[in-house]
């Protein structure tokens, strides 16, 4: 069984920094596409970013700059490097995978961790 284990949330200053990481476990052949969300109280679930297996990467516009995601395909992990912290960044992050190979061949078209809190407060 595939589980996404996110980690590195945490209560942080407004102007600080983050990392989060995320993990896949199981016995995985490839992820295609890895993905961070952020859902804060009383909105709705976003996109942050999201890059696919071959380095391509998507940002939502108003994270272009302050956050930078990356990944390690031989540890199928990927990252989210968060500088230059808000308050209104304050949210429950989610990772994503989308086209998950076992290699039992199993596909998971889409699969969630459990979430991250982040806040940022001074």
């Known amino acids: 069984q595939v589980q996404l284990v996110e980690s590195g949330g945490g209560l942080v200053q407004p102007g600080g920094s983050l990392r989060l990481s995320c993990a896949a476990s199981g016995s995985i052949f490839s992820i295609h596409v890895m993905g961070w969300y952020r859902q804060a109280p009383g909105k709705e679930r976003e996109l942050v970013a999201s890059?696919?297996?071959?380095?391509?990467?998507n940002y939502a516009d108003s994270m272009t700059g302050r956050f930078t995601i990356s990944r390690d395909n031989a540890k199928n992990t990927v990252y989210l490097q968060m500088n230059r912290l808000k308050p209104e960044d304050t949210a429950v992050y989610y990772c994503r995978g989308d086209g998950i190979l076992t290699l039992g061949g199993y596909r998971y078209l889409e699969l969630w961790g459990q979430g991250t809190l982040v806040t940022v407060s001074s």
């Open positions: 890059i696919a297996s071959g380095g391509y990467t």
